[in-house]
């Protein structure tokens, strides 16, 4: 499944802005209209940039992620949201 990399406005008017995956932009827009924010740009991104980009929560490893035995890429699919 593309990830994608999106700017947007919230019901309140706040720039938002975040790294999702969907299967296509009409997808993610679906997905993001009923958390109530609407897009503005969106830019399909290659995982090998999100994954480099992965943050981790203060005082973390990051390599291997939180004694993680699974590969980054299989960590990084757990980290984004359903």
Request: proline share 9%; aromatic share 8%; glycine share 4%.
């Amino acid at each position: 499944m593309p990830v994608y990399k999106y700017k947007g406005m919230n019901d309140a008017g706040k720039a938002v802005n975040g790294i999702r995956n969907a299967d296509n932009p009409r997808a993610l827009r679906s997905l993001l209209r009923k958390e109530n924010i609407f897009l503005t740009d969106v830019e399909q991104r290659k995982i090998a940039r999100v994954a480099a980009r992965a943050t981790f929560p203060p005082g973390a490893a990051r390599s291997p992620p939180w004694n993680c035995r699974c590969s980054r890429d299989s960590f990084l699919r757990c980290l984004q949201p359903a």
